[in-house]
């Protein structure tokens, strides 16, 4: 691959361009059955879409010059178990070699139960905020019931057929709701025999449920940790945490990852954030997130999107933070660079300086 200079004030770097990606996010669709009250797509005027099968092969064939590249996952904003040609996508990605894993609401995986286990598919992250049915019912507006049997059924299936794979681990979102109820989603999880849970932090997009959030400083969130960790042993399952403090470091999982997320009609994103138009409140202050891609994959190649110099040079400020921290400037209630993600006062588009996720208070699997 070619090289080029960025140069600054008083020195220039030489970058190099690699075909280092490593995981590949697919939003095969943007369509979703649920309504939950914690997501954004209550708030977008985006449209609505999915790949077509002979997209879906257009990419994988491009995803195959990376030779690093190991892991596909189903996701972005949609349930991916909707689209009608989910199956062969699967049979695609793992006859091509490549892990495969997908988020999902949970809803419909008891249909596809056998064909997971038989195409192999390497992960399946499930989304539950509560283990009560109706705390669980008043956030996702569905049966908590009918998606443990889902897993469950998933869980049989695997024992009956002497696979280990997909392994099932819970996303869980910790809002003020349900700060008393995480003990018994470990419960839960045990239940289900699922050994793993990711806890994220809200990301609000209103200004009520900017109320929600737990980073605020009113949760005392090292006994939280401390006690849920307590019971790691007793129900077998790994914990990981966000963060609850603004702290210094930034750290972009995508770009340490080498992750970049294809939206259902082909635009390449740098991550989940840039995926979609909306609004986030950032501490209870509202910003309009600009969706934003550095190519499409249908109009030219991705090895060439990923190498181009603006992708390049973004993977460069952003892994090492030349970007300004906006969500504790002096200025963020009066600058007018923080009311959306076009651009930064030291002139960077996009614009990363809110960002929640480098700052670790926001987690995506």
Known sequence: MSEFLLEFNDYSLLIKRKLDLKRVYLEITNQ???????????????????????????????IKEFPSIDTIY??????????????NFVKLVKESGYRLEFGTNGTRLSQYSDDLIKYGVDRITVSIDAPEPDIFHSLRGTSLSSIEDNILRIQARKKEL????????????????????????????????????????????SSLMAKEIAYDGSLDYKKLINDLNRHIGKYNVKLEFPKFDLQTERICQFIENKSTVIRWDGEVCPCYRFLHNYAEYIFGRKKSVIAYSFGNI?????????????????KYIVKNALYPSCTDCLLREVCHFVEDTEFDCWGDNPSCGDCLWARGLIRCP
């Not at 790949?51 to 879906?56: D, T």
């Not at 189903?74 to 199956?87: A, D, N, R, Y």
């Not at 249908?298 to 973004?314: A, G, H, M, N």
Request: include cysteine; aromatic fraction near 12%; proline fraction near 5%.
């Open 298 to 314: 249908f109009k030219e190649k991705l090895s060439d999107i990923w190498t181009s110099r603006p992708y390049e040079v973004f």
């Open 162 to 205: 002497k696979s280990y794979i997909p392994e099932l681990s819970l996303e869980v979102v910790i809002i003020k709701d349900n700060i008393d109820l995480l003990l018994n989603i470990m419960r839960l999880a045990h239940k289900l025999d699922i050994t793993h849970i990711l806890f994220s932090n809200l990301m609000p997009f």
């Open 74 to 87: 189903f996701g972005g904003i949609g349930e991916p178990t909707l689209h009608p040609e989910f199956l």
């Open 32 to 62: 979703c059955n649920l309504n939950c009250k914690m997501c954004f797509r209550k708030f977008w005027k985006d449209s609505i879409g999915k790949m077509s099968l002979a997209q879906f092969q257009e990419i994988l064939s491009q």
